[in-house]
Each structure stands twice: as C-alpha cells, then as structure tokens.
C-alpha cells in the first residue's frame, strides 16, 4: 500500500481549501441551464454562490423564486 492509501481520509483534505458547494440553483423548478433560469437570464453570482436564498424577493427577478423540483 502506499502512503495516501494508508491515510485516513478525513486527513487527505487540504485544511485551507473549502469545499465548493453545488448551487442551491440546481433543485430549483425554474432552473434552465448554469447561470440561466425563469427569473434571470443570467443567475447573480450572489445567489448562484449561495450568499443569498432566492426565497425572497431579489431585483430584477419578475417575481420567481426558488421553488424545490422535488417535494
């Protein structure tokens, strides 16, 4: 076996990278493509990065929000 595979994983990480986070986005009804949904034709980074929850009202939105594709 070699080195890596006889760490542990929870040791593999590396301590200052984050992990990316998929965007809330995707689970979304009104999701088109990346970037691209009903409410935007191009998703603000803001709430494509998950700073801001699109179950409120956002500028420039035409009164969509996030609704689950599921449930």
């Not at 990278?17 to 965007?23: I, Q």
């Not at 493509?33 to 939105?61: K, M």
Request: glycine residues 4%; contains cysteine; charged residues 25%.
């Amino acid at each position: 076996m070699t080195e890596l595979q006889q760490t542990p994983i929870k040791q593999r990480h590396e301590p200052n990278v984050k992990p990316k986070r998929v965007p809330l986005c995707v689970s979304c009804k009104n999701y088109i493509s990346p970037r691209v949904c009903q409410a935007f034709p191009s998703i603000p980074l803001e709430i494509w990065e998950n700073r801001f929850r699109h179950t409120e009202p956002y500028p420039g939105d035409n009164g969509k929000r996030f609704t689950p594709k599921f449930g």
